[in-house]
């Protein structure tokens, strides 16, 4: 009988985890929403308002890739070195959007605009070399594409596209020139 009780109370707690496991997804991911990444600041205010302990925010926020404790740019690349992209030359074209952004994996543009993340598979392997923007996957890429692809994505976000200001099919995104 007491066994049982033990039994009931575990599963009552692990459902209890579970679902406050789910509830701090939810508030971290509208944060997320609202400022791209999870700002310090706000996680202690949800801290105090809620009365949960920090360190649980930072235990899911560090748990789950979607989460970013730095802040991210605008437009999301993401960049396959997943077996299938790796043998079909994918490293080239990391090193090749490294260079036209002017960041490496993991790092963001100084204007906020692009970040970059490496990142193993994409679940797309027929479509290698893969590298995604704003959740549009580009296949078959090859490092001499990634200048063109850039300045596509300027293009279809510039202000200023419509006016004699836009330059975007003329400048290359970032500010290195191949020599
Ligand atoms: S290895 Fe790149 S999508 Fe699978």
Known sequence: MR??????????????????????VTMLHQIQETY?????NVLRELAKEKNIPLVDLYRVAT???LFSL?????????TCTGTACHVRGSEKVTEEISRVLGIQ????T?????????????GACALAPLVV???QYHANMTPAQIGALFNGVRKSTCQDKESSHCHCSSVAVGSKEKS
């Not at 066994?3 to 701090?24: D, T, W």
């Open 63 to 65: 748990f789950y890739s």
């Open 133 to 135: 923007v704003d959740e």
């Open 70 to 78: 730095t802040p991210k740019g605008k437009h999301k690349i993401l």
């Open 110 to 122: 100084e204007d906020g605009e692009y970040s970059l993340e490496a990142v193993n598979c994409l």
């Open 3 to 24: 066994q049982l009780q033990e039994q009931k109370a575990s599963k009552e707690q692990n459902n209890n985890n579970a679902s406050n496991n789910h509830s701090l």
């Open 105 to 108: 994996p993991g790092e963001t």
């Open 36 to 40: 791209n990444y999870l700002p310090e």
